[in-house]
């Protein structure tokens, strides 16, 4: 059974950082890129950041500059660093696992991948 936990979510003010984490089991991490997306109220789940599972990585042009990911494959997680918050990352933000072993294709579409967390919420007060 695979699983995907996302954690480090919270309230932050207006140029704050936070770290989401995503704890993954059930599958070959390593072999496996996966995503962040997130979803605001009333808008479309939309793509934040893609790691490969060799590592390549790619980003929205709204948190370019701003946001990074990087995963541990000894600890099965992926994180997402986020720096210089604005109140428009305000969302739910989900991580995801390609649906395709061994990809280096960076993927920003969520049909491209098959297993999602349960999602943690952000919030950027102003």
């Known amino acids: 059974q695979v699983q995907l936990v996302e954690s480090g979510g919270g309230l932050v003010q207006v140029g704050g950082s936070l770290r989401l984490s995503c704890a993954v089991s059930?599958?070959?991490?390593?072999?496996?890129?996966m995503g962040w997306f997130r979803e605001a109220p009333g808008k479309e789940r939309e793509f934040v950041a893609v790691i490969t599972w060799s590592g390549g990585a790619n980003y929205a042009d709204s948190v370019k500059g701003r946001f990074t990911v990087s995963r541990d494959n000894n600890k099965n997680t992926v994180y997402l660093q986020m720096n210089i918050l604005k109140p428009e990352d305000t969302a739910t933000y989900y991580c995801?696992?390609?649906?395709?072993?061994?990809?280096?294709?960076?993927?920003?579409?969520?049909?491209?991948?098959?297993?999602w967390g349960q999602g943690t919420q952000v919030t950027v007060s102003s």
């Open positions: 059930g599958l070959t991490f390593s072999s496996y890129g």
């Open positions: 995801a696992a390609d649906r395709r072993r061994l990809s280096n294709f960076l993927s920003v579409f969520p049909r491209d991948y098959e297993y």
